[in-house]
T-cell receptor, first 111, second 107 residues
Framework: SQTIHQWPATLVQPVGSPLSLECTVEGTSNPNLYWYRQAAGRGLQLLFY??????ISSEVPQNLSASRPQDRQFILSSKKLLLSDSGFYLC??????????FGPGTRLTVL | QKEVEQNSGPLSVPEGAIASLNCTYSDRGSQSFFWYRQYSGKSPELIMSIYSNGDKEDGRFTAQLNKASQYVSLLIRDSQPSDSATYLCAVGNDMRFGAGTRLTVKP
């Protein structure tokens, strides 16, 4: 069966510091991978998606970037965090273009 | 701008009742529709997907789709306290999410 991992589970970072969140998927090959952000009390905002190694599509202009160095690894990064980057970051995978399955998430607080 | 709208709630129903959750969307070309459940502090989990007009049943859950009215709903029969969560509607291949409806089932 497929499993998706994210780490860390929680993170507190100062404004202006860098960020690296990692997501890995097991039990499948060539998955579509997604990064979402969920601000407090709000819906999910798609940030990036990837259909293959090195292929990244950005949905929202921001100070975040994503990379996919391996087939089942997806990384979300920032060089300098903003207060507005606080939120619940969710990685998801899907084999088809639609149905997605979410990882456990990383709760990021920027102070 | 493709919009997905949900009533934020909270929706409160007594245990054993039917909970009805609604979602409207703006993109008439949407072909796929999903309901996710999200417990507080947890990630969303897929409950149901629906692609054709009409009803789709899975256990206590029924998804209803009306593409002409651009409306998709989720019915939860025999609601249980464990159903208390936020329910997210997602629409289309690009998975546009609504903000979610918070459901509380009271014992």
């Amino acid at each position: 069966s497929q499993t998706i991992h994210q780490w860390p589970a929680t993170l507190v970072q100062p404004v202006g510091s860098p960020l690296s969140l990692e997501c890995t998927v097991e039990g499948t090959s060539n998955p579509n991978l997604y990064w979402y952000r969920q601000a407090a009390g709000r819906g999910l905002q798609l940030l990036f998606y990837s259909v293959g190694i090195g292929q990244i599509s950005s949905e929202v202009p921001q100070n975040l970037s994503a990379s996919r160095p391996q087939d089942r690894q997806f990384i979300l990064s920032s060089k300098k965090l903003l207060l507005s980057d606080s939120g619940f970051y969710l990685c998801a995978w899907g084999q088809n273009i639609d149905t997605q399955y979410f990882g456990p998430g990383t709760r990021l607080t920027v102070l | 701008q493709k919009e997905v709208e949900q009533n934020s709630g909270p929706l409160s129903v007594p245990e054993g009742a039917i909970a009805s959750l609604n979602c409207t969307y703006s993109d008439r070309g949407s072909q796929s529709f999903f309901w996710y459940r999200q417990y507080s502090g947890k990630s969303p989990e897929l409950i149901m997907s629906i692609y054709s007009n009409g009803d789709k049943e899975d256990g206590r859950f029924t998804a209803q789709l009306n593409k002409a009215s651009q409306y998709v709903s989720l019915l939860i029969r025999d609601s249980q306290p464990s159903d208390s969560a936020t329910y997210l509607c997602a629409v289309g291949n690009d998975m546009r999410f609504g903000a979610g409806t918070r459901l509380t089932v009271k014992p």
